[in-house]
């Protein structure tokens, strides 16, 4: 991940511990595709809701670093959204 926005030279990470927040988002991503992965298994294989849990959250191991770019890049917008970082804005 860049240290700042190739074209608005926003800084990604403010502070130390800025991406806490992410982990909540991540957490909230994770949970969701989870139980998708999950109840897809369910229906297609017709296992059992414990087994169809344990194949989604196997399934779900590799999405886990693309969900936790997501988390991260939703956070910030979120973050903009709401406490925009307007001296980082229009440097260059
Ligand atoms: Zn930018």
């Known amino acids: ?6 074209f ?7 502070e130390p511990g800025y991406f806490l927040g992410a982990m909540y988002i991540g957490y909230g991503l994770g949970v969701v ?3 998708v992965l999950a ?3 369910r229906e297609v294989i017709r296992w059992l809701v414990i087994r169809s849990t344990v194949a ?9 670093p693309v ?7 939703l956070w910030i917008y979120m973050d903009q959204a709401i406490d925009p970082d307007r001296t980082q804005r229009f440097l260059f």
């Open 56 to 64: 989604g959250i196997v399934l779900f191991l590799p999405l886990a």
């Open 8 to 14: 608005c030279n926003l800084k990604f990470e403010r």
């Open 1 to 6: 991940m860049y240290e700042q926005c190739p």
């Open 33 to 35: 595709t989870i139980a």
């Open 39 to 41: 109840a897809v298994v």
């Open 67 to 73: 969900l936790t770019w997501m988390a991260r890049v």
